[in-house]
C-alpha cells in the first residue's frame, strides 16, 4: 500500500467520446489546473466540514462497492480492503477541486487514487508502461469506474494516473504519446466553455447505448462518426493543422446533427454560429448533457473575442512526452 499522498490531476478526452466505446481512436490529455488526492480531514478545519462528509460518504459506499466484488471473488486486482476501512474510519476523504459532471475526470482522478493507495502491487505510474500494462490497467480502472458510471471504458482513470498524454488507437491498444507538433502552433488553440451546469453521465451513456440499437444511427457511428473522429486525431498527432480543422469542422456537424441531447439548449445556436463563421468549432467534454463543452480555433484571441459573453478557458498543450 502506498501511504503517501499523491495529487491526481483532471484530464480532457480530446477525442473519442462515446466513439471508444464502438472501438474508435481516442486521445487524452491531462488538464493540470484541477486536482484532487486522498488525505485525512482536520476536525479543527470547520471550513471544509460540508465537503469532507459528502466526500466521505461517496468513499464508503465506493468500499462497499469493491468489497462487495472481493467478497464475490470479481476483483480484477487485489486491494488492502482492511486497511481502506480503517482509513475511512479514521478520517479519510478525497480532497478535490476538479468540478463533479463536468467531463474532465472527477470520479477517474478518485479511482486512480483509490488504487494507487490501496491495491496491492499496482502498476507503478512513474515509469513508462508497455501495452500490456495499459490493458491490464485499463481493465482494472474500467471495472472500478463503471461503480460511478454505470459503464466505463477506464480511460479517464488510466490519464489521471499517468498524468500523461493517452492515444487509444483502439480498445485494446493504448499508449503513451507526445504532441509537440500542435502544440507548437502559436494562433491555434484549444479552450473548454462553462455550460453553468453539470452533466450526469450514466442517463447519457445509456441513452447512446440505447440509440446504438437502431440500425441507421449506429450506421452513421461507423461510417461518419468514427472516421472523423480518427482523422481528427491523426492529423492532431502530426500538426497538420489545415486537414485538423477540416475533420474538426465534420466532427462538429456531426455531433450537432446527430447529439442534440447531450447538448445544452442554450448553447445549441453558440455551437451552429462557430460552423457557420469558423471562427471556432465545439463537440462534447465528455459525455455531453452540461458541464464543458470543448472548443477548437485556427485563431484562439478571435475565437475569443466571438465568445467574450461565455466563460471561455484556454487548455495549455505545453505536454511533455
Request: with cysteine.
Amino acid at each position: 500500500m502506498n501511504t503517501i499522498e499523491r495529487d491526481f490531476y483532471a484530464k480532457i478526452l480530446l477525442f473519442g467520446e462515446y466513439g471508444v466505446i464502438c472501438n474508435s481512436m481516442g486521445l487524452s490529455i491531462p488538464y493540470l489546473e484541477f486536482k484532487g488526492k486522498l488525505t485525512f480531514f482536520d476536525s479543527n478545519n470547520t471550513e471544509n466540514a460540508e465537503f469532507f462528509e459528502k466526500s466521505s460518504s461517496s468513499l464508503k459506499n465506493f468500499y462497499k462497492y469493491l468489497l462487495k466484488l472481493s467478497d464475490k471473488e470479481e476483483l480484477k486486482t487485489k486491494f488492502d480492503l482492511k486497511q481502506f476501512e480503517s482509513d475511512l474510519a479514521k478520517g479519510l476523504y478525497f480532497d478535490s477541486n476538479i468540478p463533479q459532471g463536468f467531463g474532465i475526470g472527477s470520479s477517474g482522478a478518485l479511482v486512480a487514487a483509490v488504487y494507487y493507495r490501496y491495491a496491492i502491487k499496482p502498476v507503478s505510474p512513474e515509469i513508462a508502461l508497455s501495452k500490456r500494462d495499459m490493458r491490464r490497467l485499463k481493465d482494472i480502472f474500467a471495472q472500478m469506474e463503471s461503480y460511478f458510471h454505470g459503464k466505463s471504458s477506464g480511460l479517464d482513470a488510466i490519464n489521471c494516473y499517468l498524468s500523461r498524454p493517452i492515444l487509444i488507437n483502439n480498445i485494446t491498444d493504448i499508449s503513451e504519446i507526445g504532441l509537440k507538433e500542435f502544440a507548437s502552433n502559436e494562433k491555434s488553440g484549444i479552450f473548454l466553455i462553462n455550460t453553468g451546469n453539470p452533466g450526469n453521465t450514466g442517463p447519457m451513456v445509456n441513452y447512446f447505448l440505447e440509440q446504438c440499437k437502431n440500425e441507421k444511427f449506429y450506421s452513421t457511428i461507423q461510417k461518419e462518426l468514427i472516421p472523423a473522429n480518427d482523422s481528427c486525431i491523426k492529423s492532431f498527432i502530426k500538426g497538420e493543422i489545415y486537414d485538423f480543422y477540416v475533420s474538426v469542422k465534420t466532427l462538429s456537424k456531426y455531433l450537432l446533427h446527430h447529439f442534440g441531447p447531450m447538448i445544452p439548449d442554450p448553447f445549441i445556436e453558440v455551437w451552429k454560429k462557430g460552423l457557420e463563421t469558423s471562427a471556432y468549432y465545439l463537440k462534447l467534454c465528455g459525455s455531453g448533457g452540461g458541464g464543458y463543452l470543448l472548443g477548437f480555433a485556427r485563431d484562439l484571441e478571435y475565437a475569443k473575442e466571438e465568445l467574450e459573453k461565455l466563460q471561455v478557458k484556454i487548455i495549455p498543450l505545453a505536454v511533455k512526452k
